[in-house]
């Protein structure tokens, strides 16, 4: 990927044994064909797959002692 300086419109950052954090406008369609506009601020996606609130977090990984493996 280019680097030009400027800050990507959508960020997707991987949280280390924790969820998927995404900042920035996109729509997030789920299985279910539930469609939910994210704005700009940060949103937390569930990785665990525990959660109540699911397609995102509700700390659910806290409790479970999700562990996510790392790739070598």
């Known amino acids: 990927m ?6 990507p419109a959508v960020v997707v950052k991987v949280v280390d044994n924790g ?3 995404v900042k920035g406008p996109i729509r997030l369609v789920d ?3 539930n469609e939910y506009e994210i704005s700009g601020r940060t ?3 569930c990785r665990c797959g525990n959660s109540a ?4 977090c509700d700390g659910a990984h806290v409790r479970t002692g ?7």
Do not use: S, T, V
């Open 31 to 33: 299985h279910d064909n």
């Open 53 to 56: 609130k699911k397609p995102f």
């Open 43 to 45: 949103h937390l996606l």
């Open 66 to 72: 999700f562990a996510a493996a790392r790739a070598e």
């Open 19 to 21: 969820p998927y954090q």
């Open 2 to 7: 280019a680097d030009n300086g400027a800050e």
